[in-house]
């Protein structure tokens, strides 16, 4: 399985905006690169996903270097309903192979 | 609400003893995941179907663990002769499909203590 690498931890403030980095410089072509997010006590939920252009949803944008070997997810606005564990994936067949991700910590 | 639900959402036993979860797909979903979490880790994908058909299984799933899904609807995962550790929080997840982005929408999960 292709491997990804982010950060254990970040912290924000509030109504800052928040650029959660990640690397996967084994990616192959076909790989699209998904992140998911945990907020305490439940399970995880979708974010993006992409595979060469960068990404824009209603909960985040997704920017994705020429190369692919890294990706960033923005958080436009950190609110502190976004403190969460988010996860970087390149997907792998049916099923999401998620790695210990970056835990999220936003202040007020 | 429509989402995914596991049932129970904690489970405490004993060493040794057997335990069933069920998990309750989105309706219309035909492909159903389980996953197990442990402290301070990602989730692991242990097994997933594709309606009834148990399509792929981890090497993680000893043969104590069995899941099965009769109708291609809810599904069931028993662990028999529970170990200590066994203790994590298994997730089920089900999708539409299997195109991209396949989103999986997740239930809250089961928290199993084995003592």
């Known amino acids: 399985d292709a491997k990804t690498t982010q950060p254990n931890s970040m912290e924000s403030n509030e109504e800052e905006p928040v650029h959660l980095p990640c690397n996967h410089s084994?990616?192959?072509?076909?790989?699209?690169i998904h992140w998911y997010r945990q907020l305490p006590s439940q399970g995880p939920e979708y974010v993006i996903h992409?595979?060469?252009s960068n990404v824009n949803n209603r909960m985040a944008s997704l920017a994705i270097a020429e190369d692919r070997k890294s990706s960033t997810l923005i958080l436009h606005r950190a609110t502190l309903r976004d403190a969460a564990v988010y996860y970087c994936?390149?997907?792998?067949?049916?099923?999401?192979?998620f790695g210990a991700g970056t835990i999220l910590r936003v202040k007020s | 609400d429509t989402g995914v639900s596991q049932n129970p959402r904690h489970k405490i036993t004993k060493r040794g003893q057997n335990v069933t979860f069920r998990c309750d797909p989105i309706?219309?979903?035909?492909?159903l995941y389980w996953y197990r979490q442990t402290l301070g880790q990602g989730p692991e994908f242990l097994t997933y179907?594709?309606?009834?058909?148990?399509?792929?299984k981890s090497r993680l799933l000893s043969d104590r663990f069995s899941a099965e899904r009769p109708k291609g609807s809810f599904s069931t995962l028993e662990i028999q002769r529970t170990e200590q550790g066994d203790s994590a929080m298994y997730l089920c997840?089900?999708?539409?499909?299997?195109?991209?982005?396949?989103?999986?929408?997740f239930g809250p999960g089961t928290r199993l203590t084995v003592l």
């Open positions: 997840a089900s999708s539409l499909g299997s195109g991209i982005p396949n989103e999986q929408f």
């Open positions: 992409g595979l060469t």
């Open positions: 309706s219309e979903h035909n492909r």
């Open positions: 179907f594709q309606n009834e058909a148990q399509l792929e």
């Open positions: 084994t990616i192959s072509g076909t790989d699209y």
């Open positions: 994936i390149l997907r792998y067949g049916n099923k999401l192979v």
